[in-house]
T-cell receptor
Framework: DSGVTQTPKHLITATGQRVTLRCSPR?????VYWYQQSLDQGLQFLIQYYNGEERAKGNILERFSAQQFPDLHSELNLSSLELGDSALYFC?????????????FGPGTRLTVL | GIQVEQSPPDLILQEGANSTLRCNFSDSVNNLQWFHQNPWGQLINLFYIPSGTKQNGRLSATTVATERYSLLYISSSQTTDSGVYFCAVVAFNKFYFGSGTKLNVKP
């Protein structure tokens, strides 16, 4: 158990809908990362937050947004969903924002868009 | 963005064998990390290794940043080593992943 929790574990929804994925980092970790894993695109870095502030942005679509709250949990919002958004979404946390930090991954949320 | 290529894409080993996985990248990077995804999907961060060599048990990694490649060595492989190994390079705080090497260790 990495100490990172993600909810829900599975999510099935329809095209055009909006969903919110939640991530709670390990106790004491200030940095949260979001990743998308799909058969087509492989593993992709979406976005990183550090202590409530956006730190780095990867291949995150404009239809997607994220935030990190004062209690350090993070939410990834996906809107106007398309079939191609079906994927496994991971979050990870690390103590700080340094590249030397080990990232601890949650179990992922599997999103299916029908 | 930075291109990351991993080889081989697939690898089948008998338990106890050794293996070398390779990661090539197209540009200078600040950081390189290796990850393992087990057959149940759990991701683990194995190494942070922008240059030089590190060892952790039966796993070791070497990165030659000037030649833009990294190697992951697995010695005396075990069935629990099965899964997909990803390398990721970091430039300007962004992670770029390779497509992975899928390893199957047979008993």
């Amino acid at each position: 158990d990495s100490g990172v929790t993600q909810t829900p574990k599975h999510l099935i929804t329809a095209t055009g809908q909006r969903v919110t994925l939640r991530c709670s980092p390990r106790s004491g970790d200030l940095s949260v990362y979001w990743y998308q894993q799909s058969l087509d695109q492989g593993l992709q870095f979406l976005i990183q937050y550090y202590n409530g502030e956006e730190r780095a942005k990867g291949n995150i679509l404009e239809r997607f947004s994220a935030q990190q709250f004062p209690d350090l949990h993070s939410e990834l919002n996906l809107s106007s969903l398309e079939l191609g958004d079906s994927a496994l979404y991971f979050c990870a946390s690390s103590p700080r924002a340094r590249g030397t930090d080990t990232q601890y991954f949650g179990p992922g949320t599997r999103l299916t868009v029908l | 963005g930075i291109q990351v290529e991993q080889s081989p894409p697939d690898l089948i080993l008998q338990e106890g064998a050794n293996s070398t996985l390779r990661c090539n990248f197209s540009d200078s990077v600040n950081n390189l990390q290796w990850f393992h995804q087990n057959p149940w999907g759990q991701l683990i961060n194995l190494f942070y290794i922008p240059s030089g060599t590190k060892q952790n048990g039966r796993l070791s990694a070497t990165t030659v940043a000037t030649e833009r490649y990294s190697l992951l060595y697995i010695s005396s492989s075990q069935t629990t080593d099965s899964g997909v190994y990803f390398c990721a390079v970091v430039a300007f705080n962004k992670f770029y992943f390779g497509s992975g090497t899928k390893l199957n260790v047979k008993p």
